[in-house]
T-cell receptor, first 111, second 111 residues
Framework: KAGVTQTPRYLIKTRGQQVTLSCSPI?????VSWYQQTPGQGLQFLFE???????NKGNFPGRFSGRQFSNSRSEMNVSTLELGDSALYLC??????????FGSGTRLTVV | QKEVEQDPGPLSVPEGAIVSLNCTYS??????FMWYRQYSRKGPELLMYTYSSGNKEDGRFTAQVDKSSKYISLFIRDSQPSDSATYLCARARNSGYALNFGKGTSLLVTP
């Protein structure tokens, strides 16, 4: 079956702009999580959605937001981009009782 | 104190060796433990998923969880050059909830 699909794969944005990243989970998975990965901090949890509801949120500023649609697809948005937002953004989906399956990520560079 | 501690390595072993990767964690209120493998410029790939304490084996991989010592281990038998990657341990309070990751251990298996 198809894995977790993230688009776009690469993105370059300017400071102050906003960006929207997309994630299509594995068919049948209702839980979608987002993570930020940087060399210094490693993988850090952003938020998790289940059936269109945000169930958990990590310790990130309000500039980071997300949503989930009725078909379980999810988007995350970062407004007023800062240089420090440059990272690999990973989406993962899960079914009850299973571990998370990650996508290949979107590499965001803020210049 | 970091929630999940993991030696960053790098760890270099000859092909065929047995590899032992370890993590320690604080707070025993976590039930789910996972090991992920991440190749350069790819998303993490789920290797092992365990619940509570005990061992779990899958092919050349064995995951071990000791909740009394707050210690998680991954053993790789007959290591191959294709095992060269970064290995990440993770934990979650409950299935489908946020994952806390270690920073990852870089493994190099030389022919």
């Amino acid at each position: 079956k198809a894995g977790v699909t993230q688009t776009p794969r690469y993105l370059i944005k300017t400071r102050g702009q906003q960006v929207t990243l997309s994630c299509s989970p594995i068919s049948g998975h209702r839980s979608v999580s987002w993570y930020q990965q940087t060399p210094g901090q490693g993988l850090q949890f952003l938020f998790e959605y289940f059936s269109e509801t945000q169930r958990n949120k990590g310790n990130f500023p309000g500039r980071f937001s997300g949503r989930q649609f009725s078909n379980s697809r999810s988007e995350m948005n970062v407004s007023t981009l800062e240089l420090g937002d440059s990272a690999l953004y990973l989406c993962a989906s899960s079914s009850q009782g299973e571990g998370y399956t990650f996508g290949s990520g979107t590499r965001l560079t803020v210049v | 104190q970091k929630e999940v501690e993991q030696d960053p390595g790098p760890l270099s072993v000859p092909e065929g060796a047995i590899v032992s990767l370890n993590c320690t964690y604080s707070n025993s209120a976590f039930q789910y433990f996972m090991w992920y493998r991440q190749y350069s410029r790819k998303g993490p790939e789920l290797l092992m998923y365990t619940y509570s304490s005990g061992n779990k084996e899958d092919g050349r991989f064995t995951a071990q969880v000791d909740k009394s010592s707050k210690y998680i281990s991954l053993f790789i038998r007959d290591s191959q050059p294709s095992d060269s990657a970064t290995y990440l341990c993770a934990r979650a309070r409950n299935s489908g909830y946020a994952l806390n990751f270690g920073k990852g251990t870089s493994l190099l298996v030389t022919p």
